[in-house]
């Protein structure tokens, strides 16, 4: 996008050619893959040291494991949506206080509605409010005001369509309660 602006994402069923990997790989298992590096332990201590507090971490015990749930039938992936104000700090630590030996991984999985019901046995908890409700209750609308400059995305990333611009180009309303709407005048936040 450009300095200020970066792509939201939304959930779209797989095998139309919404998604972002079924257009930059033509493929798309509708998983998200997430990996977290912690800091090394050293350089944790000292800073817990340094502000004379314990944080007490969770005993293993505590700590619950999900197996992977089985084969959703509407199996979803990421397509792009519009986009939004917002910076994205550039890390400040140095890449030594990592330890990349550490690194865990987790695989999610989105899921449509009549998937969330067959595996929890529980209904979906509520619909998101369409932009017609979010303007009928005067919601507000936020921007956080920033003046540095955002980090650039990856190049494969900026040359994505929308899930609006495959949708028309195939004569299709993917997304048919989410029109395209001019925001209201935001509430400026600022830190």
């Not at 979803?76 to 939004?84: F, N, R």
């Not at 494969?156 to 609006?164: G, H, I, N, R």
Request: net charge negative.
């Amino acid at each position: 996008m450009d300095e200020k602006t970066v792509r939201q994402f939304v959930a779209m069923p797989l095998g139309g050619g919404y998604t972002a990997a079924e257009q930059l790989s033509g493929a798309d298992d509708g998983r998200v893959r997430i990996q977290v590096t912690p800091l090394r332990s050293s350089t944790w201590n000292e800073r817990v040291a340094a502000r004379r507090v314990a944080l007490p971490l969770p005993a293993p015990d505590m700590m619950k494991l999900c197996a992977e749930a089985p084969e959703a039938t509407g199996a979803m992936g990421m397509g792009a949506g519009g986009s939004i104000t917002q910076t994205i700090a550039t890390p400040v630590e140095p890449r030594t206080n990592w330890d990349t030996d550490a690194t865990g991984a987790a695989v999610l999985r989105i899921i449509n509605s009549a998937d969330w019901e067959g595996l929890t046995g529980t209904a979906p908890h509520h619909a998101p409010p369409t932009i017609e409700e979010y303007l009928q209750y005067g919601y507000p609308w936020f921007e956080w005001y920033d003046d540095s400059l955002a980090r650039r995305g990856g190049s494969k990333l900026t040359d994505l369509k929308t899930v609006k611009e495959i949708g028309d180009s195939k004569g299709e309303s993917p997304l048919p309660d989410n029109p395209s709407f001019d925001p209201p005048a935001p509430h400026i936040v600022t830190a």
